[in-house]
């Protein structure tokens, strides 16, 4: 019997080829988009919880209560971790600092010779660990042990690292390595490779009391009052203490040990849980590559399960329009003895055989585009699509899919009376077609409005943002990464007054970092000589006298500092004084400002007007500018666009030439800045791609309904044609009643899809307005869409001989 189902069903497919194209079709496209989705998500759920007490790891961050919020701070004080050692000593704690952009040098065999030296800049990965860190993490030793991380000078590094670094893994252990051309490390042990899908990944460990003897290099600072991001602490709790309740004496402990709770501007009392540290944007600056958001994650199983519905929805209109062709059949059927359980058991095979088909085609699909997925999600290279997850998936989705298509037609065609049907009295009106399929068409352009609406709005807020006045010039300005070592130091003059040489180059600066960048360094300070600090911290940035002529940074009232090595003077930010509620610039001229408990006081010398501090999805922050040639590590110049390419490699010869003992690594700060917004750009080609696969899927399936209904209709139409009608009246015949739907789909997507986008609006300050504008035009474009898919077959239809169409049956 099952055989003989298959072999029927495999008939009706090859009968109407056409409808199982589309059916077929739609159902590969968008069983492949959501195969795709599920494999980014799967990638992105899975983070961090390899390690084996996944569920007792915390991260101990420090929330931050100012008048105007709340903010919190991934990082925690640097003699936080011994003390918490000393209050809680039945739990496990790991302290690690990290330093981005570090440079490992492999020596040569000359190790004189700096340019037989291999030179690495390691982006993310360089931590200085204590061993007890893998007390609460998991890691394969290859060789060594945690042990040698208790000894200065030592590094512990992985697998892939140390093939890079030796050519072989194997012979690592023993060998030299230099990192910022100031620490002279051993290696001590070798790890295996982080799993792609870690927060933390172990790549270069230095020895945490490495870092301690090291403080000013490496921002040890050892004040409760400080906090970096860099510097973090994890902790594992026994199984029987709830985080609720570490968290309550957390708050005693920040209390004992600081009097910032006083005020309680400083508490470190929020444990994160390590299955949060992923997602969670309120505290950001992930150690890793990348965070995401669980509201990307869910716009994703959204737009997956939309176009899920979609798919489905065209099956279900086909199959109840074909239906009333097959009313024969179904009678004959009866009259020959078949159940409605066999008749049901034969429409569910024949679906069952349509979607393994696209199920087959959906994963042929999905490999080919498996390549280009990183251009839309954060996932390595060599993601698997294939593996017991999506398998799982891939069945259930199937399943799910026959339940949504082929049950409702099963039950329709089970049910035909067979003397209606041998009498061919079986018509869409009279099983109640027509009014699902209107309902499924506009549920299915109310998805596809959905997305187009979202879509224009994703694309105008990036380039609202892309080309947004940050209140300073991004453009042409080439960033080099140095280093703040007393040898850099030394050069420093002297190559600035180098650059200042070649006609191309306009104006160099030496600074912390950009005027928009990652950075959050921050501070409490003292104003006006008042010993009580104000409610809120402050930012710093770190440049000397050009910076402001280099970025193109505008004054409100005052100047620039002079030239000075240390902090003299200082010029702060609009917002700076507002929060201090002086409205005037000009007013702040002349105030002093103290930099934490230790500072000296320096004299305001300018305001500048407020210029963007971070991304767009942040507020400005209130910002002091000062010099402090310790910190000014980071060359920009304002280069002329003319000859971009040759100009820029001339100044990588000449920082060689000054520096050979460091890695060349310039960026353009435009590019930089651009990487802010990586997720959301992200986000927006999701929604561009799903748009267009929404669509297409929409355009399908009308195309199938209009091209069905030219069939049942054809005499009609020839009647009218003989009768007079014209061509326009016979394709406004076919077309009228799909715009009608439309405009009701319209109407139930316009609300909701205002509500999601403005939403995801909110993660900007800076934002553009959700206009009546982006309404109509979504509308528009669906109409148009229709129009051409419809009018293609109604004008085909239309323009058939009359005398043909009367003569056919």
């Known amino acids: 019997m099952f055989k003989n189902h298959i072999k029927i069903a495999w008939r009706n497919i090859i009968r109407h080829k056409a409808y199982s194209i589309i059916n077929i079709s739609g159902l590969s496209v968008g069983i492949a988009a959501c195969l795709l989705i599920f494999v980014v998500l799967q990638f992105e759920l899975s983070y961090n919880n390899f390690h084996k007490n996944f ?7 420090t929330q ?36 981005y952009g570090s440079q490992i040098t492999v020596p040569g065999a000359n190790s004189t010779n700096l340019t037989d030296s291999k030179k690495f800049t390691e982006s993310i990965g360089v931590f200085f660990i204590e061993p007890q860190f893998f007390d609460i993490f ?13 000894e200065p000078n030592m590094v512990v590094i992985d697998q892939k690292t140390a093939t890079k670094y030796f050519g072989d893994w194997k012979t690592a252990m023993g060998k030299t390595l230099k990192m910022d051309n100031l620490l002279d490390l051993k290696v001590a042990g070798v790890i295996a490779n982080s799993p792609e899908n870690s927060d933390i990944p172990l790549r270069v460990l230095v020895s945490y009391i490495t870092a301690k003897q090291h403080r000013n290099e490496y921002g040890m600072v050892s004040d409760w009052h400080s906090i970096s991001s860099n510097h973090q602490i994890f902790t594992q709790l026994p199984a029987n203490v709830s985080a609720e309740n570490f968290s309550k004496q957390l708050v ?36 890793g590559d990348h965070m995401t958001s669980r509201a990307t994650l869910n716009t994703l199983t959204f737009i997956a399960i939309l176009i899920i519905i979609m798919a489905s929805i065209n099956f279900i209109n086909l199959s109840t329009a074909q239906s009333v062709g097959r009313s024969k059949e179904v009678g004959i059927r009866k009259v020959l003895g078949s159940s409605r359980k066999q008749l049901i058991a034969q429409v569910i095979g024949e679906t069952s055989l349509i979607i393994f088909g696209a199920v087959i085609l959906a994963v042929a699909m999905a490999k080919i585009a498996l390549p280009y997925l990183k251009n839309i999600a954060s996932v390595p290279d060599d993601i698997s699509l294939l593996s017991m997850g999506s398998v799982l ?43 699902l399929r209107r309902a499924l068409v506009i549920a299915q352009f109310a998805i596809a409005q959905l997305l187009i609406i979202g879509t224009i709005v994703a694309v105008n807020q990036m380039n609202f943002v892309n080309e947004a006045d940050l209140g300073f010039n991004k453009s042409a300005v080439l960033v080099i990464p140095g280093s703040s070592d007393s040898i850099s130091l030394s050069k420093m003059q002297a190559f600035k007054q180098q650059l200042l040489q070649n006609p191309q180059v306009k104006s ?21 000589h008042s010993e009580k600090d104000p409610t809120f911290n402050t930012f710093l940035k770190y440049g000397d006298a050009d910076y402001f002529k280099t970025y193109g940074l505008q004054f409100a009232a005052g100047k620039g500092y002079d030239v000075s090595d240390t902090i003299r003077q200082v010029v702060v930010n609009e917002t700076f004084i507002h929060k201090l509620g002086i409205q005037k610039a000009e007013n702040a001229i002349g105030k002093t400002v103290r930099l934490g408990g230790r500072g000296t006081w320096a004299p305001i010398t300018g305001v500048v007007k407020d210029f963007k501090t971070n991304s767009l999805r942040d507020a400005v922050k209130p910002i002091v500018i000062s010099p402090s040639k310790k910190f000014e590590s980071q060359i920009a110049l304002k280069i002329e666009t003319k000859n971009l390419t040759a100009t820029v490699a001339t100044l990588q010869k000449m920082w060689e030439n000054t520096y050979p003992e460091y890695a060349y ?16 750009n992200q986000l927006a080609m999701v929604y561009k791609i799903f748009a267009f696969i929404a669509i297409f899927i929409s355009c399908l399936g009308l195309y199938g309904l209009v091209s069905y209904m030219a069939v049942q209709r054809t005499k009609e139409v020839g009647v009218r044609k003989v009768l007079g009608a014209s061509v326009y009246s016979i394709v406004l015949l076919f077309s009228k009643e799909f715009m009608i739907l439309i405009a009701i789909s319209f109407v ?9 986008m403005s939403n995801w609006l909110q993660n900007f300050a800076y934002r553009i307005p959700l206009t009546a504008g982006v309404f109509v035009l979504a509308i528009a474009s669906s109409i148009i869409i229709a129009w051409v898919t419809v009018g293609y077959k109604a004008v085909r239809a239309a323009l058939v001989n009359p005398v043909k169409s009367l003569r056919s049956e």
């Open 665 to 680: 690594n310039g960026f353009f700060l435009d590019e930089n800045i651009a990487q802010f917004y990586r997720q959301e």
């Open 748 to 756: 139930i997507a316009m609300p909701v899809s205002w509500y999601m």
């Open 508 to 528: 160099v600066t030496f600074a912390s970092d950009a005027p928009s960048s990652e950075n959050n360094w921050g501070t409490n300070f003292y104003f006006d």
């Open 393 to 435: 998936f891939l069945v259930v989705t199937m399943i799910v899919v026959i339940l949504l298509s082929g049950v409702y037609p099963a039950m329709v065609v089970s049910g035909f009376k067979p003397v209606l049907a041998l009498k061919n009295k079986i018509t869409a009106a009279s099983i109640g077609g027509i009014p």
């Open 55 to 61: 569920k007792n790891i915390y991260h101990i961050v």
């Open 138 to 150: 998991d890691a394969e030793w290859l060789d060594g042990s945690k042990q040698a991380l208790a």
């Open 64 to 99: 931050q209560n100012e008048a105007d919020g709340t903010t919190y701070n991934p990082g925690v004080s640097i003699p936080a971790v011994d003390a918490l050692r000393t209050d809680f000593p039945q739990y496990k704690f790991a302290a690690l600092n990290s330093s």
């Open 252 to 287: 005693n402990f920040t209390s004992k040990n600081t009097d910032l709770n006083k005020k309680k501007q400083f508490r470190i009392h929020l444990l994160q849980p390590l299955g949060d540290m992923h997602f969670d944007t309120r505290v950001g600056n992930t150690l």
